[in-house]
């Protein structure tokens, strides 16, 4: 993980964009391999919902992938854009865009490219699950932050760097339970509280919120909760 204060538009592995361009064709399966994300996406919702007003919105969905909270976010009212650099998510998100009627403007592209068309276009920014599979999440906070409006709110949602996380996240979800493909996390890259709470910080982003995320396998649901150790959301707003 590396940290710069330039703006880049090289903050990415092939390998984990191919990674997940190969679970395009199944994204919107709920019993496929993005099961684990179809019961998280409500309680992202409901996270969102809390605190940001979205009906008539602008809202971006950063690293969209096949567009699950996207359209959530559509359906609540809100104006979305999604972007991602996986060419096989993009399409599959504009496909069932197509099944569904949910408008929502998908776009091959990275949000520092983003930053620098449309600084201040939007009032709610979702970067969910993704984070952790970037090469500087730095960067992706800065661009965020240029994005949002004043006033604007950033939500976040990334798996903490502990021993819980690495026992239920990597050896427990890919290994013992096979819910997700295996490899598709790497400890290393997990992000601590109060590693994110500092980049926000030093991106100009105030933090307001930082609660835990349970997901329950046995009874395909989740949950918000108090312990972070494993999963959470975060939200910061931008003075």
Not at 20 to 44: I, S, T
Not at 117 to 124: K, M, W
Request: charged residues 25%.
């Amino acid at each position: 993980m590396t940290t710069s204060t330039a703006p880049r538009d090289d903050n990415f592995s092939q390998a984990e964009l191919d990674k997940f361009g190969a679970l395009a064709n199944r994204w919107w399966d709920p019993d496929g391999p993005q099961k684990a994300l179809h019961a998280l996406n409500p309680v992202r919702l409901q996270y969102v919902r809390d605190r940001a007003r979205l009906a008539g919105a602008t809202a971006l969905d950063v690293g969209c992938g096949g567009g699950l909270l996207s359209e959530a976010l559509a359906s609540e009212g809100a104006q979305v854009t999604a972007i991602d650099l996986a060419p096989e998510l993009v399409k599959v998100a504009r496909l069932h865009r197509l099944e569904s009627g949910v408008q929502v403007d998908y776009q091959l592209r990275s949000v520092e490219s983003l930053a620098e068309e449309r600084p201040g276009s939007f009032d709610v920014i979702t970067c969910m699950e993704m984070l952790e599979h970037v090469p500087d999440p730095t960067s992706i906070i800065r661009a965020c932050h240029a994005l949002l409006k004043p006033g604007g709110q950033l939500f976040l949602s990334t798996l903490n760097r502990t021993p819980a996380a690495f026992a239920l996240a990597i050896v427990g979800a890919e290994y013992v339970a096979r819910l997700l493909p295996k490899g598709t996390h790497h400890y290393k890259e997990f992000i601590r509280p109060s590693e994110l709470a500092a980049w926000l910080r030093d991106a100009g982003l105030q933090l307001q919120d930082v609660s835990g995320l349970a997901y329950e396998p046995w009874r395909q649901r989740a949950r918000l909760s108090t312990r972070t150790d494993v999963n959470y959301l975060a939200c910061a707003v931008k003075p």
